[in-house]
């Protein structure tokens, strides 16, 4: 067929209205195959459970469900049913879910989106099918969290104020510390003049061997005459100067000793959720090198009863050795050792250690990872994994700090608010009791 005439008959086919015909046709087609994308359709074959929440805690439709960690599905839709919520999930085919499973609601992030977790339960409870129903743990909000945590604050100082037990018991430890230093420092007086003795004897020994050394070197008078014999003489000039550099170690020793300081600190902690108290009493001894302490004490005193005091009590056995190494310089401290009466590690962080304000200066945010190979239990729960906790702290004065504490944080059902209250203060005498007795040794 010549062009001309096919040309001809494609302009009589392709007229006005056929044009705006497929380009309507076209159209549409784009524009649903956006709505497939964008909506976030599926086409994949599954079923649908329902879970029930009091509250889904901003959990929105659409979002994904995991098992395990692993996506396997699609929240549907969230509809009412009385006082309730139901969340129509739609689990993809093959995926097997055990009756026994947990459902929860948890986040990405602390500000990422909320999805359904599932945490997968025992073969023996049977395996979910397509209409079944099951209970989903619901998360308290954060505003509820933020009330009853204001809450709590409020009944503390309530408690404080009004000398209840929590005030009760610290100031009886207050006045046992006071008593304590009392006495030391009774013991320090009656011992002065005794340890003055002491220091005024080393000095004159001192000077009584550097005249003895002088007077050998120089060779004449009674020593020369004691000392013709060369052998005799090599001992005498010997032990002469063994006296003298003991003389010399004894005061750089008593210089150090100078720099020796002593600490005593209290640390009490206050778990609102079931109104537990924990307390901790430790010495700690800082010598002069200006980057390491020791420190060591008993952690969780007290006589506590066999029995725990609820369902939340998870405190450990009371009357623990604590005993630490510390590393530390302006802006961090690292301290390693017996944690609590098992081998860890903390670490405390300054991040505005150069401010002129005390309470901004002395603030910390501090982690604390302890017993990593713990299978212990504790009121009928299984404890095995680590004993982890975090928490902040600063000085309000120099000598009393304040903080806040998350306890077990490696443990779900554990995890634990706590308020924290520390007291230390130097102690002076005892330093220079301890370093002179241990000179006198």
């Known amino acids: 067929m010549p062009l001309r005439l096919l040309y001809k008959r494609y302009n009589l086919i392709m007229t006005s209205e056929t044009k705006v ?20 359709f599926t086409v994949s074959k599954g079923f649908d459970i329902n879970v029930y929440f009091k509250n889904v ?22 509809k009412l049913d009385g006082p309730r919520v139901v969340a129509v999930v739609r689990l993809n085919d093959g995926v097997e879910v055990y009756k026994n499973s947990k459902f929860s609601i948890a986040a990405t992030s602390i500000i990422g989106t909320n999805f359904l977790q599932i945490d997968q339960g025992s073969p023996v409870s049977g395996i979910l099918a397509a209409g079944d129903s099951v209970e989903g743990a619901s998360m308290a909000s954060v505003t509820d ?20 037990k929590f005030a009760d018991d610290l100031n009886a430890t207050l006045e046992n510390l006071r008593m304590l230093s009392g006495n030391l420092n009774e013991l320090v007086f009656s011992l002065r003049p005794y340890l003055s003795s002491s220091m005024q004897d ?8 550097k005249e003895l050394m002088a007077k050998i070197d120089d060779g004449n008078g009674l020593f020369t005459a004691l000392v013709q014999d060369e052998q005799m003489k090599t001992d005498v ?5 063994n006296v003298r550099q003991v003389s010399e170690d004894a005061k750089q020793f008593i210089g150090k000793m100078a720099k020796f300081r002593i600490f005593w600190e209290y ?3 206050y778990q609102p959720n079931g109104n537990l108290t924990e307390s901790d009493l430790a010495i700690k001894f800082v010598p002069a ?17 066999n029995e725990p005091k609820d369902s939340k009590d998870y405190r450990e056995k009371p009357n623990q050795i604590d005993a630490r190494l510390g590393l530390y310089n302006k802006w961090a401290d690292l301290q390693v050792g017996m944690i609590r009466g098992a081998g860890g590690g903390a670490l405390a962080l300054k991040p505005f250690y150069k401010s002129e304000v005390l309470p901004i200066r002395e603030f910390n945010v501090y982690g604390e990872v302890t017993d990593f190979a713990r299978k212990r239990v504790i009121n009928n729960k299984l404890f095995d994994k680590p004993k982890a906790a975090i928490g902040a702290r600063t000085f309000v004065t120099k000598n009393i700090g304040v903080g806040i504490r998350y306890n077990e944080m490696l443990e779900k059902d554990a995890r634990a608010l706590q308020l924290t209250g520390t007291l230390s203060f130097e102690d002076k005498e005892l330093a220079s009791l301890l370093g002179l007795a241990t000179l006198a040794k």
């Open 21 to 40: 015909g497929l380009f309507t046709f076209f159209g549409l087609v784009l524009l649903g195959f956006s709505v497939y994308m964008l909506g976030n």
């Open 267 to 269: 640390d009490a902690r």
């Open 145 to 164: 969290m933020l009330a009853e945590t204001m809450s709590t604050i409020n009944n503390l100082a309530s408690g404080i104020a009004a000398n209840g």
């Open 57 to 78: 805690s901003g959990l929105p439709a659409k979002s994904i469900v995991r098992l395990n960690g692993v996506e396997v599905g699609k929240v549907k839709e969230l």
């Open 289 to 305: 090198n200006g980057f390491t302490y020791y420190r060591a004490g008993i952690s969780d005193l007290g006589n506590r009863d």
């Open 237 to 241: 000039q010997t032990t002469l100067a």
């Open 202 to 209: 080393v000095s004159e020994l001192t000077k009584a061997s």
